[in-house]
C-alpha cells in the first residue's frame, strides 16, 4: 500500500474531523472492548495462560532458526512446498511464479496482513492476476480500492450504506442492481457473488495465525468460513506467512488459542480454527493438490536482537487497537500504513524506518492500556518510547524539540538551578492566569490550548510546598 | 530460494547471537519440546463428571448459535428429517462417505435421500460424523481422510454433524490426544500422518463486518446442527 505514515498529523486533523467514522470506531471500541472484558471474566485462568503464552513465543524466538527448519522438514514430508522469501519483493515475485506456473488467473484471498505488508494485490493485478478478497470486510475494502483499517476489522470505517452503495455498483454486473439496506441482504449477495469466485479460482491464497513446528501444519483462524473455501476448493493452496508465526506443538496453539479469540472479538473460540497439513491425500475427495508456504523474513529477523523484539511475539488480535484512545479516535487510516494503532507504532518504524514513521510511536500518551490488555504481554508504551530515543538520535526529531530537550536536561541535573527556575515560572504562569486562575493562550502549545484552558499553577512551586510542608510536620 | 533460506537463517543465527557453525543446545531443546508435546496450563472449567461435561459441550455449542438435539441411536434418522422438516428444508442429504455413520437405521427414515460423497455447490444440506466435541467451547473437531471430504462442512447452507456422547471431551487437548491415537502415533513408522485438514468448528458461519451487526451464514453454513447420541459412549 501507498506509504503515508509520515503525513499521521494531517491524517489524523482530517479524521478527528469526520463524524461517521468517530462514530465507527468509537463503536468498535466499546462493542469489542466489552467482548473482551466478559471472556476474560469468563476464565478466571485468563492471566495465567497468558504467561505460557508469553512463554511459548519467547522460547520460540530463541530458537527460532531450528523451528524454522523443523517447519519446513514437515511441510516437505508431507508434500508441500516451503519457499523462503527475504524481501517483499521475493515474495511478490514467488507467488507471481506459483500462480503462473498454475495457470492461475482469478485468486481467491483469504485474510492476510502480510499480503499487505508486501503490497501484494496490485502487484498480482499488475501482472495479469486478479485476486478476489473473500473476507466480507477486505472485500468491502478492496471494492473500495482502500486499505484495511483495523487488522480483524478491516472495513469497520465504512458505513453500512456506503456498503450498499459499493455493492450496487460493483454487483451490476452480475446482474444484481438492487440497492440493499438490510445487513442480512448485503451478507447474503457477497455470498452469492463469492460463492462463484471460489469456484472460478485457480488458485487460493490464505495467511496464517500459526505454523506448527511438531506437524507443519499451517493455521488459520475466521469467522466467516471464507478461508476454508478459500483453501478446499482451488486446485492450488499458498500460504502467506511471516518467519515469527511458528509454535511448536498441538497443545501450545492451544494455549495461543485460548488467548487469541478472547483478546480479538471476546469469543471463546472463532468459528473455524483450521489446520492445513501438505496437499490432498491420495484418495481425498477434495482439497488442493498442491500446498505452498512462502516463509516472509522482511527484517524480523534483525528485530530479534534489538529492543524492539518483543514485538514478535504480536498474535495480531488487535486488541491494543480497540483499546487505544489514540486510535479510536482517529482510526486505522491515519497511520498510513499496514499496521495501525499501538502495535504499528511499534513495529512501523522497523519496517518504515523512524523518519518516515516518525509521528506513529508520538501518537500516544502513554497510557498503557494497550500493553495492559495485550495478551502476548508486549511493552508496547516501552517499544515507542524506544524509537522516540531513535528518532533523537538520529536527529529526526524536529530541531526545536530537540533544543527544548537538552535545555531541559541541562536545567535538570543542576537542582539549585532548576528550583530557581521552577519557582519563577510558578509565578510567572500563576500571574499570566489572573484572577481566573486560567491561561486561555500558551506559547509552543497553541494546538493544546485552542481547546481548552490551561489552569494555571497557585504561584508556589512543588518544591517550595513540599519544603512548607515538610516544615509544619517537624 | 535457498539463497535467501540461508540468508534468513543466518540472519535469525545472528540475531540470536548464535552465528557459527552449529547450534547443539538449541537442538536439543527444540526436539525434547517436540517429543515431549507438555500441555501448558489447562483450564479447570470442563474438568466435570461426564454428564455434566457433556451438558456444558450442549450449553457452550449453542450460545455459539448452533442447535443441538440429544437422540438415542436408534432415533437418529428420525430427529435429523424432523430437524429438516421444521425448517422447510428438502429431506435431501449429501453425507459423508464414512462408515461411521453406516450403523444407523437410515431405511426406517424412509423420505430421506441420501448421496454418499463430498459436496457440490447446490446441496443444501451435508450431515457429516465428528470426531470429537471439545466441552470447555462446545466446539467441533473433524479431520479429512478419503471417506470424510472436508467440503461437506462448508459449502451447504445447513451442516448436521453426529457425535457420539462419548466423544465429547473436556478441553481441545483431549482432543489433541485422541486425535494422535487415532492416528497410530505411538510406534513412528505405524503412525498415519497427521490429515490433511483438521477443522475445530465452533458454531454457524458469521460475519460482523457491517458496522458490527452480527449476521449467520457469511460463506460457510448459515446453520450448524449436532445430533449428540447419548447411548454411544
Same mark, same amino acid.
Not at chain 1, 500516544?364 to 498503557?368: A, I, N, P, R, V
Not at chain 1, 489572573?434 to 486561555?440: T, Y
Given at each position: 500500500m501507498d506509504l503515508a505514515a509520515h503525513r499521521f498529523k494531517e491524517q489524523a486533523r482530517t479524521a478527528l474531523q469526520d463524524r461517521v467514522l468517530q462514530d465507527s470506531f468509537a463503536r468498535i471500541g466499546g462493542k469489542f472492548g466489552e467482548a473482551r472484558s466478559r471472556a476474560v471474566a469468563g476464565l478466571p485462568e485468563f492471566d495465567r495462560l497468558r504467561d505460557d503464552a508469553v512463554a511459548i513465543k519467547t522460547h520460540v524466538l530463541a530458537n527460532l532458526d531450528v523451528y524454522l527448519e523443523r517447519f519446513e522438514a514437515q511441510v516437505t514430508a508431507r508434500g508441500g512446498i516451503v519457499h523462503w522469501c527475504a524481501t517483499p519483493a521475493e515474495a511478490r515475485e514467488c507467488i507471481l511464479a506459483v500462480a503462473r506456473a498454475a495457470g492461475a488467473r482469478t485468486v481467491t484471498k483469504g485474510k492476510s496482513m502480510v499480503a499487505e505488508e508486501i503490497g501484494l494485490n496490485p502487484f498480482l493485478e499488475a501482472n495479469g492476476v486478479e485476486p478476489v478478497e473473500t473476507d466480507l470486510g477486505e472485500y468491502i475494502i478492496q471494492l473500495a480500492d482502500e486499505p484495511p483499517s483495523h487488522i480483524i476489522a478491516p472495513a469497520v470505517h465504512k458505513t453500512k450504506s456506503q456498503v450498499s452503495d459499493l455493492f450496487q455498483l460493483h454487483h451490476a454486473r452480475y446482474g444484481k442492481t438492487r440497492r440493499l439496506t438490510e445487513g442480512g441482504d448485503l451478507v447474503a449477495e457477497a455470498r452469492e457473488v463469492l460463492r462463484q469466485k471460489y469456484l472460478d479460482a485457480d488458485m487460493g491464497i490464505t495467511g496464517a495465525n500459526f505454523l506448527i513446528a511438531e506437524t507443519g501444519s499451517t493455521v488459520i483462524v475466521t469467522n466467516e468460513g471464507n478461508g476454508d473455501l478459500t483453501q478446499s476448493l482451488p486446485r492450488v493452496h499458498l500460504v502467506l506467512a511471516s518467519i515469527e508465526k511458528v509454535v511448536p506443538t498441538l497443545e501450545d496453539v492451544s494455549t495461543l488459542l485460548r488467548v487469541l479469540a478472547r483478546s480479538a472479538t471476546g469469543q471463546e473460540m472463532s468459528v473455524y480454527t483450521t489446520f492445513s497439513t501438505g496437499p490432498k491425500r491420495a484418495g481425498d475427495l477434495d482439497g488442493p493438490e498442491e500446498f505452498h508456504v512462502v516463509l516472509l523474513d522482511n527484517g524480523r529477523s534483525q528485530l530479534l536482537a534489538g529492543p524492539a523484539a518483543e514485538v514478535l511475539r504480536c498474535i495480531r488480535c488487535g486488541a491494543c487497537l480497540n483499546h487505544c484512545p489514540v486510535y479510536r479516535a482517529v =482510526? =486505522?487510516? @491515519?497511520? =498510513?500504513?499496514v499496521y495501525p494503532g499501538p502495535i504499528g507504532a511499534a513495529i512501523d518504524p522497523h519496517f518504515l524506518g523512524v523518519e518516515e514513521a516518525y509521528h506513529l510511536p508520538q501518537a $500516544? $500518551?502513554?497510557?498503557?492500556r494497550c500493553e495492559e490488555v495485550c495478551p502476548m504481554k508486549i511493552p508496547l508504551p516501552k517499544i515507542m518510547r524506544h524509537w522516540r530515543e531513535e528518532a533523537f538520535r538520529q536527529n529526526v526529531t524536529p530541531a526545536m524539540q530537540r533544543h527544548a530537550v537538552r535545555a531541559w536536561a541541562w536545567l535538570a541535573a543542576r537542582p539549585r538551578l532548576y528550583r530557581l527556575a521552577a519557582r519563577a515560572a510558578a509565578r510567572m504562569l500563576a500571574a499570566a492566569g489572573? %484572577?481566573? =486562575? %486560567?491561561? @486561555?493562550r500558551l506559547p509552543f502549545a497553541g494546538g493544546w490550548t485552542a481547546g481548552r484552558d490551561m489552569p494555571a499553577p497557585e504561584g508556589r512551586s512543588f518544591h517550595d510546598l513540599w519544603a512548607a510542608r515538610q516544615g509544619a510536620r517537624k | 530460494m535457498s539463497g535467501a533460506r540461508a540468508q534468513i537463517l543466518q540472519a535469525v543465527r545472528r540475531g540470536l547471537d548464535a552465528a557459527g557453525s552449529g547450534r547443539p543446545a538449541a537442538e536439543a531443546a527444540v526436539a525434547e519440546r517436540l517429543a515431549a508435546r507438555a500441555r501448558n496450563l489447562v483450564p479447570a472449567r470442563a474438568r466435570l463428571p461426564v454428564a455434566a461435561m457433556r451438558d456444558l459441550f450442549a450449553a457452550k455449542a449453542m450460545a455459539a448459535n448452533a442447535t443441538v438435539d440429544r437422540v438415542l441411536a436408534a432415533d437418529l434418522p428420525d430427529a435429523l428429517l424432523r430437524y429438516l422438516g421444521d425448517r422447510n428444508l428438502p429431506p435431501s442429504v449429501a453425507m459423508s462417505p464414512d462408515f461411521a455413520l453406516d450403523p444407523y437405521p437410515w431405511g426406517r427414515a424412509g423420505l430421506l435421500e441420501i448421496a454418499r460423497r463430498r459436496a457440490e455447490p447446490a446441496d443444501p444440506v451435508s450431515v457429516t460424523p465428528a470426531f470429537a466435541g471439545i466441552a470447555e467451547t462446545g466446539t467441533l473437531m473433524l479431520w479429512s481422510a478419503a471417506e470424510r471430504p472436508t467440503t461437506l462442512n462448508f459449502l451447504p447452507e445447513t451442516h448436521v454433524a453426529v457425535l457420539r456422547a462419548g466423544d465429547v471431551v473436556p478441553a481441545l487437548e483431549d482432543a489433541w490426544t485422541r486425535l494422535r491415537n487415532a492416528l497410530g502415533t505411538g510406534a513412528a513408522e505405524a503412525a498415519r500422518p497427521f490429515p490433511r485438514t483438521v477443522n475445530l468448528i465452533t458454531g454457524p458461519s458469521r460475519t460482523a463486518d457491517i458496522e458490527q451487526e452480527l449476521i449467520l451464514g457469511a460463506h460457510g453454513p448459515r446453520r450448524l446442527h449436532i445430533l449428540l447420541v447419548e447411548d454411544e459412549d
Open positions: =482510526g =486505522g487510516h @491515519a497511520y =498510513g500504513w $500516544s $500518551s502513554f497510557c498503557g489572573g %484572577r481566573r =486562575g %486560567r491561561i @486561555a | -
